[in-house]
């Protein structure tokens, strides 16, 4: 099974600054199965950006992925308020789906 | 407008058996792949248990194998899954969430329902 680790656990940042978040994998995952979700407090996840980089419908453009391999990254380039939120990464291969532990975004 | 309701959730003891429905509007449920996600109270996301759209292919995380079934009617337009021999770390949020085109992620998910092992 693959494993998903993310950090930093929890980033704390100003409204307006940039956010990189990291998500590394134990073997490499196709970037086609690579995905990123935003889950605030009492609800349930929202999928952010797949197929590594794709933004979901109705996501802004500060939201962007990258990465390839074992190593992926979001960023959120200029933080809003509302972007307080835990992020998650995803991945599917044989049969399993497998999620990261997840970051927590903090604004300050 | 894609919308997804849990519902069964409770309290139930350890070694019982509860089952889960999500019911399905806004779409045509019987194109999408859907599965079970949980969640534990402070932690992470998990998925459970995988159905095809036409019930063919069935998978579980090894978790809930043995212990949980997953099933669908689509001409209800809804999603179960039946659990049993029930353990404390079974003690979570259940979301239903939708497949999309590929299978490989969810675009949906339901609010949840609270599902409590406990003695």
């Known amino acids: 099974e693959i494993v998903l680790t993310q950090s930093p656990g929890t980033l704390s940042l100003s409204p307006g600054e940039r956010a990189t978040l990291s998500c590394r994998a134990s073997?490499?995952?196709?970037?086609?199965?690579l995905v990123w979700y935003q889950q605030k407090p009492g609800q349930a996840p929202r999928l952010l950006i797949y197929g590594a980089s794709s933004r979901a419908t109705g996501i802004p453009d500060r939201f962007s992925g990258s990465g390839s391999g074992t190593d992926f990254t979001l960023t959120i380039s200029r933080l809003e308020p509302e972007d307080s939120a835990v992020y998650y990464c995803q991945q599917y291969g044989s049969s399993s789906w497998t999620f990261g532990q997840g970051t927590k975004v903090e604004i300050k | 407008e894609v919308q997804l309701v849990e519902s069964g959730g409770g309290l139930v003891q350890p070694g019982g058996s509860l089952r889960l429905s999500c019911a399905a509007s806004g779409f045509t449920f019987s194109n999408f792949h859907m599965s079970w996600v949980r969640q534990a109270p402070g932690k992470g996301l998990e998925w459970v248990s995988y159905i095809s759209s036409s019930s063919s292919l069935i998978y579980y995380a090894d978790s809930v194998n043995g212990r949980f079934t997953i099933s669908r009617d689509n001409a209800k337009n809804s999603l179960s899954l039946q659990m049993s021999s029930l353990r404390d770390e079974d003690t979570a949020v259940y979301y239903c969430a939708r497949g999309t085109a590929t299978g490989t992620n969810f675009d949906y998910w339901g609010q949840g329902a609270l599902v409590t092992v406990s003695s």
């Open positions: 073997q490499t995952v196709s970037s086609s199965y």
